[in-house]
T-cell receptor, first 110, second 112 residues
Framework: EDQVTQSPEALRLQEGESSSLNCSYT??????LFWYRQDPGKGPEFLFT???AGEEKEKERLKATLTKKESFLHITAPKPEDSATYLC???????????FGKGTTLSVSS | NAGVTQTPKFQVLKTGQSMTLQCAQD?????MYWYRQDPGMGLRLIYY???????DKGEVPNGYNVSRLNKREFSLRLESAAPSQTSVYFC???????????FGSGTRLTVV
């Protein structure tokens, strides 16, 4: 069964304190791995797509990496405005729809 | 602004009532999806439409029906609402199945 597990469930950081979020997956033939950001009361907003092991993508303070079993979202010197829930999702070989993890809620305090 | 529009944003229903959640996209996307999001459960797929004229069940389809009215619109109907259907419902679209989604802002539904 295709599955996505995110850890930790919640993470509290001080402003400037770098850390990483983990997304481990079990999928029959990975076609793509997606990261989304969700703010309270809003729909998820697309961040990155990764397709193959070794691939990396960056956007401002965020960097996503992919291995054959997991992906990391690295947050460098976070600011309070980075506080949100970060969702990971995968598409399997059948490619019908995205399968989401439960998310990591990040809180950054100043 | 281009994107996915959902209506209504909030709704309270009594058990047994029916309602239709509306979704429209203006990005000329082929595929559309309905998810529900519950605390501790994440986003779960209810139904999807790979292209105009086709619909398929997702992980949690019981109690719901869908209609792909045309390429732009994909509606979700609750025929007889139950308290277990209290949730936040998101519509999404993509250029093709397996591509990245654009999400709507959600409908917060409470069934009492």
């Amino acid at each position: 069964e295709d599955q996505v597990t995110q850890s930790p469930e919640a993470l509290r950081l001080q402003e400037g304190e770098s850390s990483s979020l983990n997304c481990s997956y079990t999928v029959s033939g990975l076609r793509g791995l997606f990261w989304y950001r969700q703010d309270p009361g809003k729909g998820p907003e697309f961040l990155f797509t990764l397709y193959s092991a070794g691939e990396e993508k960056e956007k401002e303070r965020l960097k996503a990496t992919l291995t054959k079993k997991e992906s990391f979202l690295h947050i460098t010197a976070p600011k309070p405005e980075d506080s949100a829930t970060y969702l990971c999702a995968v598409v399997n070989q059948a490619g019908t729809a995205l399968i989401f993890g439960k998310g990591t809620t990040l809180s950054v305090s100043s | 602004n281009a994107g996915v529009t959902q209506t209504p944003k909030f709704q309270v229903l009594k058990t047994g009532q029916s309602m239709t959640l509306q979704c429209a996209q203006d990005m000329n996307h082929n595929s559309m999806y309905w998810y529900r999001q519950d605390p501790g459960m994440g986003l779960r797929l209810i139904y999807y439409s790979a292209s105009e004229g086709t619909t398929d069940k997702g992980e949690v389809p019981n109690g719901y029906n869908v209609s792909r009215l045309n390429k732009r619109e994909f509606s979700l109907r609750l025929e007889s609402a139950a308290p277990s259907q209290t949730s936040v419902y998101f519509c999404a679209s993509s250029s093709e199945t397996g591509a990245g989604y654009t999400f709507g802002s959600g409908t917060r539904l409470t069934v009492v």
